[in-house]
């Protein structure tokens, strides 16, 4: 059955009536299985038996499942139905009675690059710990739970000879969670590390060395004197760079004194990933990703398979800003030992100012009978960024930060944006939308950021419509009117100018980590009202806009378990201790067939994979997780306890219906 990957995938199961609800009769599903790839199946076919979730719109559970030797599903249903007619050479793979086989997990927006990174850094890694339902075998949290330890907890090593500037790096400091307690290695300095952020990094770290850290959000970075030093060496010059700079959406941030250290959005701290030493983990990720890969491969397929003990079978990178990390992408996919699939996604600026073309998988296995899906799947959208990070005090709101939290968010007012108005997001946006090729995704966390989001898409739409989804990352700071513009947009009843916009078929991506590590800080950062409306999973519902979630790696672990926990609980802790927890938002709370669908089909929709990926149906591709148990009996509703959830263990993931690693 061939389908269209920019439509949602169907079959005739679509067809039951739902009244059989998670259950169909042995009946149904006997003739929900005829429809499929051609064979019957024979030598090369594998055949899964047991409890199958197969998250298709009708919430089937099927008894067995059969895969041809390419990874085809052939059929989904009855046992009895499915062994049928099988020649020889069949392999059988008989699930465990409390074991169950889902869909392959799917991260849809993360970023793989710095999350390789972030392994080969070790102690340099000043990440708060985690709540204790997620922080693991985590060490030497006391040390880090105060940004000032975290400074002091750095490892400086001596610059190889004769390269004093020798850049010392960090990635992950956490000021909106990490405690400031003055004194110490800062004794004497300003009453905020907001202030002046180089002042503690000369005192806390190296005032010899040029240091740069980066913020978990990823759009704060820090830097010390020496640092300023590396990049331009007088005022004029480093005024020059930051005039440039300015122009292009990052700010060096001032004070009465000059530059303070703070570095907001991506164009700010780039020229500091210039400076650095190509030999260092971040310098080769930007300049040289391949022998960045060559050099840390140890370090890096730790990760991978770190990933993939999660269950996750692909990943959506967010945000590729040169041919050479498109190809760097490619080239790991392709990698025999790679145990995912990736799909790329390019930065608005890199496709123009390169001429990049949208490209998918080398075959297309709903169209080619022949085909085994690649696990590179192209790169086939692009990216621009809207505002900042909620938690970095960047994000655009429509109304201004609270200051209960002395210090971190002073003096931001409504955060900021990456554009002058919407209409200079339509400028950036529309030669590329002209063409029609590309699906297009807008990072947009502030409430006010999302409204102009929708502005824009619906300027370009009106210009000429676009037949592919589009995507509004994060969604973070919820407003009731903001997601029934999204829902107007999605339904043609969106009117500007006092016409109707043709239907645009936007989707979200919540950053669900965002309740559980910062739901606390977002309280003090947002007051009570907004940070009870981050990730807001009843708006959508609501307002019938498709979800999913994600865990925009570096800044969360991409754990797709503990984003299905944290959706269903919407529990929070505040730092450093954890002491006190609590729901945020529990209206927001949604249902644990919800979360699996965010984390499965509704990822493979939002990038057009959902002919092949997102749901075990006959002509889609095996990807499979098995899980240790069923995830739908910890619903609450049924009297199952979701805080559970996390726990369920990953026995084993398949591609194209094969293991990709050692049971664990």
């Not at 090729?437 to 000429?464: C, I, M």
């Not at 708006?539 to 959706?567: G, K, Y």
Request: with cysteine.
């Amino acid at each position: 059955m061939h389908r269209n990957p920019h439509q949602d995938s169907r079959s005739p199961c679509h067809a039951l009536p739902r009244a059989f609800g998670l259950v169909a009769t042995a009946a149904l599903l006997a003739s929900c299985a005829t429809t499929g790839v051609a064979g019957a199946g024979g030598a090369g076919t594998t055949v899964f038996v047991g409890k199958i979730v197969t998250m298709d719109d009708r919430m089937t559970i099927a008894e067995a499942v059969s895969v041809n030797g390419l990874g085809h599903i052939l059929k989904v249903g009855t046992e009895k139905d499915v062994m049928a007619d099988l020649g020889s050479g069949v392999e059988l793979v008989r699930l465990s009675p409390e074991q169950v086989l889902m869909p392959g997990f799917i991260d849809p927006h993360m970023h793989l690059l710095p999350t390789l990174t972030q392994s080969i850094l070790g102690k340099n890694n000043l990440a708060p710990c985690l709540p204790p339902p997620y922080k693991g075998t985590a060490t030497d949290c006391e040390a880090r739970a105060d940004l000032l330890g975290a400074l002091a907890s750095m490892q400086v090593p001596p610059p190889t000879k004769g390269q004093s500037n020798e850049f010392v790096l960090g990635m992950n400091l956490d000021p909106s969670r990490q405690q400031f307690i003055p004194g110490g290695c800062g004794a004497g300095g300003p009453d905020s590390f907001m202030k002046q952020p180089k002042y503690f990094l000369d005192a806390c770290v190296s005032k010899d060395r040029p240091v740069l850290i980066l913020d978990q959000s990823g759009h704060l970075a820090y830097v010390n004197k020496k640092a300023f030093d590396a990049v331009c060496s007088d005022k004029a010059k480093c005024d020059a760079l930051a005039a440039s700079i300015k122009s292009e959406g990052g700010t060096w941030v001032t004070d009465d004194d000059g530059y303070t250290g703070l570095l907001e959005e991506m164009a700010a701290f780039a020229p500091f990933l210039l400076a650095m030493e190509k030999s260092l983990p971040l310098g080769l990720e930007q300049q040289n990703p391949l022998r960045l890969f060559n050099t840390h491969e140890k370090d890096i397929q730790l990760t991978l398979q770190e990933m993939r003990a999660a269950g996750l079978t692909t990943l959506a990178d967010g945000g590729l800003s040169s041919v050479s990390q498109i190809q760097a992408m490619k080239f790991l996919a392709e990698r025999q030992d790679f145990p995912l699939r990736i799909t790329g996604v390019v930065t608005h600026d890199a496709a123009t100012q390169a001429n990049i073309q949208p490209t998918g998988p080398a075959c297309d296995p709903s169209k080619e009978p022949g085909c085994k899906l690649p696990k590179w799947l192209g790169a086939g959208g692009i990216k621009l960024w809207v505002d900042g990070s909620t938690q970095g005090c960047t994000a655009l709101l429509g109304a201004p930060y609270a200051y209960l939290d002395p210090g971190h968010c002073a003096g931001k007012g409504q955060g900021q944006a990456d554009f002058k108005d919407a209409q200079a997001i339509v400028d950036a946006l529309s030669p590329l939308w002209e063409t029609s090729s590309w699906r297009f995704q807008l990072h947009a966390n502030g409430n006010e950021a999302n409204r102009w989001a929708v502005a824009a898409f619906a300027k370009l739409q009106a210009q000429k419509v676009n037949p592919h989804r589009a995507l509004l990352i994060h969604n973070t700071v919820g407003e009731q009117t903001v997601s029934q513009e999204i829902s107007q947009m999605r339904k043609g009843t969106f009117v500007r100018d006092g016409t109707k916009v043709p239907a645009l078929d936007v989707r979200v991506t919540h950053l669900i980590g965002h309740v559980a590590y910062w739901g606390d800080a977002f309280m003090k950062m947002l007051g009570e009202e907004a940070a009870r409306n981050i990730d807001p999973v009843a708006f959508d519902r609501q307002n019938e806009i498709p979800f999913s979630f994600h865990s925009d790696s570096m800044v969360t672990p991409p754990r797709p378990l503990w984003f299905v926990e944290q959706a269903v609980t919407r529990r929070t802790w505040a730092y450093p201790d954890f002491t006190k927890s609590y729901e945020l938002g529990p209206e927001h709370a949604a249902t644990v067939e919800e979360a699996l669908r965010a984390i499965t089909v509704e990822p493979a929709r939002q990038h057009e994979l959902d002919a092949w990926l997102g749901t075990i149906e006959p002509g889609k591709v095996a990807d499979f997780v098995l899980l240790g148990a069923n995830p739908l009996d910890y619903d609450p509703a049924k009297g199952g306890d979701p805080t559970q959830i996390s726990k369920i263990p990953v026995i084993e993931t398949f591609l194209n219906g094969k293991p990709t690693g050692v049971r664990h």
